[in-house]
């Protein structure tokens, strides 16, 4: 699943996948909060799992594409029943 969402993440950002690693901050990759919400979307659209408003109240502790993978694909699997939602704060 990482791997789905970091594709749609590079295509989001029209690059390569290879071209985007874990610990690349948000602002590196030019990531605004408008991109964050437009590729949130697109994944929630991708999975059928409402991950943007849980991203959005702790979007102050993603700082690295690391983080936005890690927490998006808890949430996609908390979703599908597969446990707890992360408390991230």
Known sequence: MKNEILS???DFLEVKPE???DYKT???LD???LDF???MFEIEE???AP???HMQRCRDQLHTLGDVLSMTEELILQHRGAGPAP???
């Open 8 to 10: 749609l993440i590079a």
């Open 31 to 33: 990531i605004d909060s």
């Open 26 to 28: 948000l602002e590196d």
């Open 19 to 21: 071209e985007l690693q």
């Open 46 to 48: 991708k999975y059928d």
């Open 87 to 89: 408390s991230h704060g």
């Open 37 to 39: 919400v437009e590729i």
């Open 51 to 53: 991950v943007l408003s």
